[in-house]
């Protein structure tokens, strides 16, 4: 039997590595695993969920975002929903709320109601025509309403109002919650026109969620995916306007004309607008690079390695995941593109940014000018993290499934250094020794 091309090169995926363990020093408090998720969004946690129907909507973006992560809203929906479902998320957390939801004195009780609850606030600032604040209406105002049809203005509450002035600070307006016993704060201009709101539980979420991802208003991040189709630009042009952060331009090959023309158009439209372009997947460098030509401020690296993706079995293509990363990682070098790589076992459905120092296991690389023959470290600047599945012996006993060991790249992108090992919480008696490269670290999950 002959192949067209004998030099068939390995390719490695992740249950062919072992991180190497060495001595270390570092304490788990001393650990910081932020990346970059696109040239200007950093997470404090490098961890995406996938832009899957089964996967991403609003309520799991708004936890994700919270958690120091980012969503990806799914785009099996129309635009409509799809705006909708950015908007919750913006929405869900602020410093201060730059576009508070509004009633006029004449809506009924009815109204007021029906607002409150499809946006889950519990008060609705009251202005006129021109936005001048007038009252306030809340739950309190209206628990014992029986009449539904009645106006706002006769319930609302209107007298003794507290507000505070544009450009309050955030530590102030929390005094002034405490000091007046209320749970909003209207925002208001020197002619008294509402410019914002804030609230005493967007406060707390603050302070409950301290690494949260957040835009520069306060507000969590969130981002929201797109095909290649003819309405692609205005689909994004919708979603910037909904509030989304990224918009992930999601491909199963994103690494042809068609797909590579519509992304430098959308990088063209959008390149002075506040929006973050992301696009994939491909599994090579050449694909990574130009992507990278075309704009993006991030590249989805993965054709086929997640644990449930039938693409390799039903098209026949892909590359193991760890040499697809390691090659769109070379190719992006000194570029300030970051790589994303996607949907990595054991974290099935998630996309995990990453970066590696490993030893290589049962690995031939004398036809693989790709892999030099010996790896006491490889050097990924465009990656900041990687979950590896491997297999330890903690206290007697191998810990099933495999924990997920996570290294992030020094802020000089220069060498990696090793963050330390993630054990699910059940094991955390059962760990004696953990002695890996000099920065041993231990997060229970």
């Not at 068939?8 to 992740?14: R, S, V, Y």
């Not at 967007?202 to 290649?228: E, F, H, Q, T, Y």
């Not at 892909?318 to 070379?330: D, E, H, I, R, Y």
């Amino acid at each position: 039997m002959q192949f067209v091309n004998s030099e068939i090169p390995e390719g490695l995926t992740f249950d062919d590595v072992l991180l190497v363990p060495a001595r270390s020093e570092v304490l788990p408090r001393a650990v910081d695993v932020s990346t970059k998720f696109t040239r200007d969004i950093t997470l404090c946690t490098p961890i995406v969920s996938s832009a899957m129907d089964t996967v991403t909507e609003a309520d799991l973006a708004i936890a994700m975002a919270r958690a120091g992560g980012i969503g990806v809203i799914h785009k099996n929906m129309t635009i409509e929903q799809q705006c909708e479902q950015v908007r919750r998320v913006k929405r869900a957390e602020n410093g201060m709320i730059y576009d508070p939801v509004t009633i006029s004195p004449e809506a009924t009780v009815g109204d007021a109601l029906a607002l409150m609850a499809k946006h889950h606030i519990g008060g609705i600032p009251v202005v006129d025509l021109n936005g001048k604040l007038i009252g306030i209406v809340t739950n309190r105002d209206l628990r014992f309403q029986d009449n539904k049809k009645k106006p706002v203005f006769e319930v609302m509450t209107k007298e003794n109002l507290v507000t505070a002035k544009k450009g309050i600070s955030l530590q102030d307006a929390t005094g002034i919650l405490r000091q007046s016993k209320v749970e909003k704060l209207p925002v208001v201009d020197d002619d008294f026109k509402l410019v914002g709101l804030i609230t005493y539980k967007d406060l707390m979420k603050i302070k409950d969620n301290p690494i949260a991802s957040k835009d520069s208003k306060g507000r969590l991040l969130v981002a929201a995916a797109v095909g290649v189709k003819s309405d692609t630009l205005d689909r994004i042009e919708m979603l910037v306007s909904a509030g989304a952060d990224a918009v992930v331009i999601d491909t199963a090959h994103g690494h042809s004309v068609g797909v590579l023309d519509v992304i430098a158009k959308a990088c063209a439209a959008f390149k002075n607008r506040d929006i973050q372009i992301v696009a994939g997947n491909v599994a090579t460098g050449e694909g990574a690079k130009a992507l990278a030509d075309a704009g993006v401020s991030a590249v989805k690296v993965g054709i086929g390695p997640g644990s449930i993706c039938t693409t390799r079995i039903i098209a026949g293509v892909g590359m193991p995941q760890l040499t697809a990363v390691m090659l769109a990682s070379k190719a992006l070098e000194g570029t300030g593109v970051p790589v994303i790589a996607d949907k990595i076992s054991p974290l099935p459905e998630t996309n995990i940014i990453g970066s590696i120092k490993i030893e290589i296991r049962n690995a031939i690389f004398k036809k693989n000018p790709c892999i030099p023959k010996q790896i006491p470290s490889i050097r990924c600047p465009a990656l900041s993290l990687i979950l590896l599945p491997i297999s330890l012996n903690i206290a007697g006993g191998k810990i099933n499934p495999a924990p997920a060991i996570g290294i992030p790249i020094n802020a000089n992108n220069t060498k990696p250094n090793l963050a330390g090992i993630i054990f699910p919480k059940k094991n955390r008696a059962k760990v004696n020794i953990i002695s890996i490269d000099k920065h041993p670290n231990i997060i229970f999950l």
